[in-house]
């Protein structure tokens, strides 16, 4: 195993890792509950909460991936940044 020191992730990457985490699973749950409930009442799907239930699956995903992707970018920064500082 390797003994070197590497930096922690900044309070800034740890929420934004829970951020991420969080609206991806919502996002998850609301697309099971939203098959669940259209395979025993379509038209129910349409109509009040189940609407709003359906547009977090919508929209949710792909801001989770979104925010999977910065949060990946900005480890490569801080890892690459370490790396040079641990050269010179």
Same mark, same amino acid.
Request: hydrophobic share 40%; charged share 40%; proline share 0%.
């Given at each position: 195993m390797s003994t070197e020191d590497h930096s922690t992730p900044s309070r800034f990457e740890r929420v934004l890792a829970y951020v991420t985490i969080t609206i991806i699973v919502a996002a998850l749950g609301s697309y099971f509950a939203t098959l669940i409930v259209g395979m025993n009442d379509r038209e129910a799907v349409a109509e009040g909460l189940w609407a709003w239930v359906f547009g977090i699956s919508l929209y949710a995903l792909p801001v989770g991936f979104v925010l999977l992707i910065l #949060? #990946?970018? #900005?480890?490569? +920064?801080? +890892?690459? +940044?370490?790396a040079r500082q641990g050269k010179s």
């Open positions: #949060l #990946l970018i #900005l480890a490569q +920064r801080r +890892r690459s +940044r370490d």
